[in-house]
């Protein structure tokens, strides 16, 4: 199959498509309308359950058991894909379509080695010998910047990280110079600085080959930064599509609107201008509303005319970029009106006495080596340094963030402050008492209260044998806060009313909850008992773009109505800046950077705070970014670098004194201070690595 | 690697001596009644105390373990009671039948299992995987005293076809070994299948499997290569346990066909109260279910690259 002159890559028609379960037929695609040109990006975006991902499935044709394309076509290069035969099929997959999965690990075979499963791919498609596959797939792999292509051609899945394990998957899906690449959530699983790196290497290797994508995911910034066009998609529909400049610039539809009420953008703060949530649900598929889909959540809706019949695309008129269409039915009459709810400010919360001190705390693991080369040489105890000479404190009612990446002992350190861990050194006060070393069941129940944690995951922390009130009041009942049982039944009924969800769920088991409502209950239970400091461990990463927004919105409410200090614990540096009074930068254990909000994000960076800065996607084409994209991986916290962590990464190292020397913190204020080798009159001269282009509309109309 | 099959059998060795003290101080712990099982019942006081004395049971306790012991890792089992003869006279040519029997009833009974398993978990819920599930649910759920009256009736006594009785009173006879095998066949294949079925179900549910499907590999090959290596993980486990059942779960099928076999021997062993065959087999019994124990660790280990490489 070859790509004759102009026909699009990819056409799609009114594609329908259903999933049938035992509750009947579940429309999950409607109406899918979607062409993909030469070498085009285009992105597909919207929250889980939207369907973008059954859109990827339908383009492979791997609808499972239960789905099934309705109706529609779907044509690749003007070969229709619904008609063709398994075998021709099994042709074109792997070969002219490929596929890069959202879980590069699921998607590896854990007991075949990398060489056998990226061989296997020209020698099945193009017939190649072994000796020949060997070499175009270790060249692959070198194309795709691994390092040591040899050895990890022999290595098995398991053994590589999660960064490399991408890079295989991408090079898997590479090997046979497809026309058309899917990239279903490539990044999500991975960190910011992974991630960077993962996307150009993506942009790349495609501009190089001249190969078509479509990418899908629920991130604004990542569609923002690599597409060309977008599609945006709610409840099974697409409703709107454009260019990423018009789309994302000049939004039409309210919920495309909403979404970016719903990320924090650089303008917002959580004081001067919260975000602004999304009210409602996803309605399930098979409760769909009448007319418009997303006509209940809508603040422009009409009764009458949003649910009288199905809204078709329209193109926006009078727009100067072609092609940008929406489904809705006023987009005329609210276009330029901007949001009608806008967020009122709020007064900053004032700081109260120093709740927590963090001072030199260290907190190693040994680990036995059992291998008989380590027994001989006796170093069998070796130590991982989870947490390095940590320093800082938070105030009542402040927000400190700690923020870095997986492997950077920011868990550790809630796991010691929680009691589950004893620090190995330092101190660890807590409202005056040292906690470092006394772990929880030794603690008071006072203590214990007063030292709560939000956690990241809501669907395991809830108990889902018993109902949410009864989990709530356990809380209650066992700080000793309440006695009598209505009260403690009233308790809980005012707890519900704080996260605003309905007094019914006091009987509902959390089975019965979405993700979103969950975390609500998760937050209800930490502020059980009005604990004076709680720890939020990535509270919304898990969570949809519009209920993320919600939950932290709750969250910044409920610290406000309670003076709670909050230590919020993230990778995710937009988040940070958005909602954290401090910030306090972790690599490998150690501290790279502390200050407040403001003094982070402008320089004098640490370099890796400036890597990180320049790696989390912004979802606004008028922002303009400095591009630094790391190399490698983080190094094992088991064999770190011995001097400064960040060295084998870091691009403005300096030389010998990096890797020989642990760097000392630089003041620069009361709050601030780098940890780097690099003079601080030097740091001050870097440019910024965010900014904001003078002409961007969004800014002018706050 | 080597660190760690050192270890299981360190491991299994420490086993094998705590279950011998246990036996030792079952059995042997009141010299009294050994003396009784040995002379019987009518025999006097007098003769008991010169038996015992002659054996060296009035040693301090520990040497008559450390003794005990010694015979039993040279081999020297003492005299069974019952037939009169040393114990390994008679042991050692009744564990070669069982292993005949088992060897033959594996042979057929493995192949069979992972290949009805294996059609069954390839496609979840098909009108194959139904009725393969079925029938070895029904299989399995048929004691092998059942079916073995039943498949006596039908092929000795119908069909007359089969001899009804495997004593191998003239040699070794392939013939007299098809009736326990079917019957053992039969009970324990449904067990591994339905083993391997929900190993192989819960693979091609894996991401890896979709990866290699949308790459555009041969379906046969999805199989072979990508599904059945990891599937096979559990079932391996399985069926090193079902070695275990063939020594001592299969009284009632050498019993009844009248099998010269070491489940039949155990019985015997344990209705004439044979002290010594009784002691000799619960060593055996112990020994091959740690052997396999040991041996499932070590496969299971080499299967899985993850444990391998850790």
New interface residues.
């Given amino acids: 199959m070859t790509a004759r002159g102009d026909t699009p890559i990819l056409e799609i028609e009114d594609l329908n498509i259903s999933y049938y379960t035992r509750a009947g037929e579940i429309p999950a695609v409607i109406d899918f309308t979607l062409t993909v040109d030469r070498s085009e990006t285009v992105g597909l975006v919207g929250e889980s359950g939207c369907g973008k991902s059954t859109v990827a499935w339908a383009i ?1 044709q ?1 609808m499972g ?1 239960n789905g099934a394309i309705k109706s529609g076509s779907i044509k690749f290069i003007g070969h229709e894909l619904n008609d063709l035969s398994d075998e021709a099929l ?6 002219e379509i ?2 890069i ?1 959202q ?1 590069p690990f ?7 080695t990398i060489a ?1 499963q990226l061989m ?2 020209p020698i ?2 193009e017939q190649v010998s072994k000796k020949e596959a060997w070499e175009r797939c270790a060249q692959m792999l070198s194309d795709v910047h691994l390092p040591d292509p040899q050895r990890i051609m022999h290595a ?1 899945p ?2 590589l990280s999660g960064g490399q394990q991408q890079r295989v ?1 991408i090079s ?1 899906a590479l090997l046979s110079n497809p026309s058309l690449l899917l990239l279903d959530e490539p990044t999500t699983a991975l960190d910011v600085t992974v991630e960077a790196g993962i996307v150009k290497l993506i942009a790349d290797i495609s501009k190089k080959f001249g190969t078509s994508q479509i990418y899908i995911s629920h991130n604004l910034g990542l569609i923002s930064e690599v597409c060309e066009r977008v599609y945006v998609m709610y409840s099974g529909e697409v409703v709107e599509q454009g260019s990423i400049n018009s789309v994302f610039t000049r939004p039409k539809h309210p919920y495309t609107q909403g979404l970016f009420g719903c990320i924090p953008l650089p303008p917002t703060d959580k004081n001067a201008a919260p975000l602004r949530p999304i009210k409602g649900q996803l309605p399930l598929p098979h409760k769909r509303p009448r007319g418009c889909n997303f006509g209940p959540r809508c603040d422009h809706f009409e009764a009458g005319r949003c649910d009288a019949r199905n809204v078709t695309m329209v193109p926006v008129a009078g727009s100067d970029v072609v092609d940008h269409r929406v489904r809705c039915l006023r987009w005329n009459e609210i276009d330029g009106r901007g949001p009608p709810a806008q967020a009122k400010a709020k007064p900053p919360i004032e700081l109260g006495e120093r709740v927590l001190e963090v001072k030199h705390m260290q907190k190693y693991y040994e680990v036995h080596d ?3 080369a380590a027994f001989i040489s006796g170093q069998s105890i070796r130590f991982v340094k989870a947490n390095e000479a940590l320093d800082f404190d938070a105030r009542r009612g402040e927000t400190v963030a700690i923020v870095g990446e997986s492997g950077c002992g920011k868990s550790t350190f809630a796991k010691v402050l929680m009691g589950l861990e004893c620090s190995s050194a330092g101190e660890l006060r807590h409202e005056g008492l040292e906690i470092g070393n006394t772990l929880v069941n030794r603690r008071s129940s006072q203590q214990q209260n007063a030292l709560q944690m939000v956690f990241q995951n809501p669907n395991d922390t809830l108990n889902p044998s018993h109902t949410v009130g009864a989990q709530i009041a356990r809380v209650i009942e066992k700080f000793g806060i309440e006695k009598d049982k209505n009260k403690i039944r009233e308790r809980v009924l005012n707890l519900l009313d704080d996260v605003k969800l309905p007094r019914d769920f006091y009987f509902c088991r959390p089975r019965q909850l979405s993700g979103g409502q969950k975390q609500r209950v998760g937050i209800a239970r930490a502020f059980a008992g009005n604990p004076s400091l709680v720890i939020a461990d990535e509270p919304v990463s898990s969570l949809d773009v519009s209920v993320a927004a919600a939950v932290t919105e709750l969250l910044m409410e409920i610290q406000r109505e309670h003076q709670t200090t909050l230590l919020f614990i993230s990778h995710d540096l937009s988040v940070v800046r958005y909602l954290a009074d401090r910030i306090v930068v972790m690599y490998l254990g150690q501290i790279m950077e502390r200050g407040t909000t403001e003094e982070i994000f402008a320089p004098p960076y640490h370099p890796y705070t400036e890597a990180l800065l320049s790696a989390v996607p912004i979802a606004d084409p008028d922002i303009e970014k400095r591009e630094i994209v790391l190399e490698g991986d983080l190094p094992s916290a088991l064999d770190p670098p011995m001097g400064c962590p960040f060295v084998t990464r870091c691009p403005r190292k300096l030389g010998e004194i990096c890797e020989q020397e642990r760097p000392l913190m630089q003041s620069l204020s009361r709050e601030h201070a780098i940890a780097c080798h690099i003079p601080i009159e030097e740091l001050q001269h870097i440019e910024p690595v965010i900014s904001v282009s003078p002409a961007s509309e969004r800014l002018r109309a706050k | 690697m ?2 760690f099959i050192l270890k299981r059998i360190a491991f299994m060795f420490i086993t094998m001596v705590v279950v011998s003290v246990l036996l030792f101080l079952l059995l042997e712990i009141s010299p009294g009644s050994v003396a009784t099982k040995v002379l019987g019942p009518y025999s006097s006081e007098e003769q008991r105390n010169l038996w015992l004395e002659q054996h060296g049971y009035f040693e301090p306790i520990y040497v008559r373990y450390l003794s005990w012991l010694g015979n039993f890792v040279t081999g020297e089992f003492s005299e069974s009671i019952r037939f009169k003869v040393p114990v390994s006279e008679v042991l050692w040519p009744r564990l070669g039948n069982t292993a005949i029997l088992g060897i033959a009833v594996f042979a057929v009974m493995i192949p069979l299992s992972l290949v009805l398993g294996i059609l069954a978990g390839m496609r979840e ?1 098909s009108k194959l995987d139904r009725t393969i599930s079925v029938t070895s649910i029904v299989t399995t759920s048929v004691p092998e005293f059942a079916s073995a009256v039943f498949l006596s009736a039908l092929f000795v006594f119908w069909l007359k076809w089969l001899p009804g009785t495997s004593g191998m009173a003239e040699g070794f006879n392939l013939k007299e070994l098809v009736l326990p095998v079917m019957v053992l066949v039969l009970y324990d294949f449904g067990y591994v299948a339905r083993m391997t079925r929900a190993s192989m179900a819960e693979v091609m549910t ?3 499997i ?9 379906y046969n ?1 999805v199989i072979l ?2 599904a059945l ?2 599937a096979l993980i559990t079932p391996f486990t399985v069926i090193m346990l079902q070695i275990n059942w063939l020594l001592s779960g299969v009284i009632v099928v050498e019993f009844f066909f009248a099998y010269k076999g070491f489940g039949a021997l155990l019985l015997e062993a344990s209705l004439n109260q044979d002290i010594f065959l009784i002691e000799a087999c619960a060593m055996v019994a112990v020994f091959v279910a740690v052997a396999t124990q040991t041996i499932a660790d070590i496969g299971y280990t080499y ?4 444990i391998r ?2």
């Fill in positions: 492979m791997f058991n099994r042709q074109l997959r792997g070969s490929s596929m999965y879980e699921a998607a590896l075979n854990p007991s075949l056998s296997e791919v099945t498609h098995y398991h053994q998957v898997m059992r291998t008989i | 080597f660190v819920g894996m991401p890896y979709r990866t290699a499907v949308l790459k555009g590999l041969p090959k290569k990508h290596r990891n299967l899985n690259p993850r490489f850790s």
